[in-house]
């Protein structure tokens, strides 16, 4: 088997496994289109046409509404003013503004997926690193920003870490199953958040909902173009960068080493002399630090007021995007740019089509759906199940 080959097979079932999931989401479109399927005893071929019609419209849409709308992409370069280029760029640089927190809770999630341990509390560990994110760059609001935002990062960092961390210690050194424990946890950061955003000190003035300050008034990333309306900011660039550091941890150190192997096989890596117990919580601590990470992004430069709802269950949505990968790196950076065009252009979808948002939910799960059952994706398209030799090589070389 050739190196390519060998490189292109981890990526065949995740690839028809999306493919086969906007099949069946034209599917869903075609019998929910009453409209035209009221004209079926009257006129079939046109009414058949139409709904098939209605199905390209729509995911055209979606592709327009992600990427951008060529006619203003040409007007664009035909005359380059700051309004026509924040116009034709707009869409792409929302889908990738909807990545970026996908990126980092995705990794998030692989790190721990990696090492045996599910993390499924991503989503708190978010929230909480935006918390306090937030509570370091109120305080330190009269400093130079530089030094905020710095300042800010590290302490979304910690306090993710540290809330990964605790359910690490818990199942390491207590024997409490993590996957209670992070379900658990979620909850309770959400209401550690309403009621540090109760205090006068971070709260709005004037406002009786639990939200924070306005931070842009002294503190924002900078933004990667300086455009109208563009909020692409370099925390995009910091995810990439994160991709790269964590596929060299995890397949090129000692330390990464071990955790693969706690991951494969527990029990193995006792016998090998590996630490169990600490690499559950190392596994869980850089997983929540790089998930707090991704929220200190998010309210530094993003969304510019603290609140609960800044995730948007971008934690949730992480484990998919990680299955979905099959936790490597740089498919997890395929894998949420997906996701982000999906969010991002479903919005155009729905305005375009009336097709509700809902429907691309519904595609995400039969994603899951089918990532999750390969035997059934070779099955539909008649794919040989890897040799045994030939799976070993693949997971083995999965650095990517």
């Known amino acids: 088997m050739s190196r390519l080959t060998r490189a292109l097979r981890p990526i065949v079932i995740p690839l028809l496994a999306v493919i086969t999931a906007f099949i069946v989401g034209s599917i869903f479109i075609l019998v929910t289109d009453f409209a035209n399927l009221s004209k079926l005893g009257t006129d079939p071929l046109g009414a058949i046409g139409a709904a098939l019609a209605n199905i390209g419209n729509a995911y055209y849409a979606m592709v327009i509404g992600a990427f951008g709308d060529p006619e203003k ?85 910690l306090t993710g870490a540290a809330w990964g961390f605790l359910p690490g210690f818990l199942k390491a050194k207590m024997g409490a199953h993590e996957v209670i424990t992070t379900i658990m946890l979620n909850y309770v950061a959400a209401q550690v958040v309403l009621f540090g955003l109760r205090s006068d000190y971070l709260r709005k003035a004037g406002s009786s909902e639990p939200i924070s300050k306005v931070l842009t008034d002294w503190v924002q990333i900078p933004r990667m173009l300086d455009l109208p309306a563009i909020r692409l900011h370099w925390g995009f660039v910091l995810a990439l960068v994160m991709a790269v550091v964590v596929s060299w941890f995890l397949f090129k150190t000692t330390k990464g080493y071990e955790l693969r192997a706690s991951g494969f096989n527990l029990n193995a890596a006792r016998y090998a002399g590996m630490s169990a117990s600490g690499s559950i919580m190392i596994a869980m601590s850089l997983s929540g630090g790089l998930a707090g990470l991704g929220g200190s992004m998010e309210v530094l430069g993003t969304v510019p007021q603290m609140s609960n709802d800044i995730s948007g269950g971008v934690g949730f949505n992480a484990i998919t995007l990680a299955l979905l990968a099959g936790n490597r790196p740089a498919g997890i950076v395929a894998a949420a740019l997906l996701f982000g065009a999906l ?12 097709i509700p948002l809902d429907l691309l939910v519904f595609i995400q799960a039969i994603v899951i759906m089918f990532v999750s059952a390969p035997g059934l994706v070779r099955a539909i398209y008649r794919i040989r199940a890897p040799r045994p030799q030939d799976a070993v090589v693949a997971t083995d070389g999965g650095a990517a």
């Open 73 to 157: 992409i040409t007007k664009a370069l035909n005359d380059p003013t700051p309004r026509a280029m924040a116009a034709a760029v707009r869409p792409l640089t929302e889908t990738l503004v909807a990545s970026s927190p996908l990126i980092f809770c995705g990794l998030a999630v692989a790190i721990s997926f990696r090492s045996g341990v599910f993390n499924i509390g991503v989503e708190g560990q978010f929230v909480l690193g935006a918390f306090g994110a937030t509570v370091a760059a109120i305080v330190l609001k009269d400093q130079p920003m530089f030094l905020v935002i710095i300042a800010s990062a590290l302490a979304g960092i």
């Open 343 to 354: 969010r991002t252009g479903g919005g155009l979808m729905a305005v375009k089509t009336g």
